[in-house]
C-alpha cells in the first residue's frame, strides 16, 4: 500500500490541527495504521494507532487525550486530529501501514511508509 501524509503546517502553542494520510489500492482496511513522528536529533516514536475497523485506538502516553486517530475505510484514509498542541510536539509526521494483528508501537512493524508531513509548533 502506498500512502501519502498531508495537512501539516506552523501552529500556536495550543492551537489545532488535522493531518490526514491517503493510501492508494483496494486493501486499505486489510491494515492496522499508524502515526509516529520524528524530531531533530530525535529517534522516530510511536504516536497513535488504530486496528482494521477503527473499533480500538491506542496511543503514546504523551499525546494521550489531545490527539485522536481514525479512519474513513471507504475513502481510504486515516486521521490525525490533534488538539492542545506545545512545542515538544514539533517533528516530522509520518503514517504507516501494519499488517500484524497486535497492538504495535514498533517502526519495525509497519512495513509501508508514508513521506511525512512538518508540523511546527511555535510558543
Known amino acids: 500500500v502506498q500512502l501519502q501524509a498531508s495537512g501539516g503546517g506552523l501552529v500556536q502553542a495550543g492551537g489545532s490541527l488535522r493531518l490526514s494520510c491517503a493510501a492508494s489500492?483496494?486493501?486499505?482496511?486489510?491494515?492496522?495504521m499508524g502515526w509516529f513522528r520524528q524530531a531533530p536529533g530525535k529517534e522516530r516514536e510511536f504516536v497513535a494507532g488504530i486496528n482494521r475497523s477503527g473499533g480500538n485506538t491506542y496511543y503514546a502516553d504523551s499525546v494521550k487525550g489531545r490527539f485522536t486517530i481514525s479512519r474513513d475505510n471507504a475513502k481510504n484514509t486515516v486521521y490525525l486530529q490533534m488538539n492542545s498542541l506545545k512545542p515538544a510536539d514539533t517533528a516530522v509526521y509520518y503514517c504507516a501501514a501494519s499488517g500484524t494483528f497486535y497492538s504495535s508501537r514498533a517502526p519495525a512493524d509497519f512495513g509501508s511508509w508514508g513521506q511525512g508531513t512538518q508540523v511546527t509548533v511555535s510558543s
Open positions: 489500492g483496494r486493501t486499505f482496511s486489510m491494515y492496522r
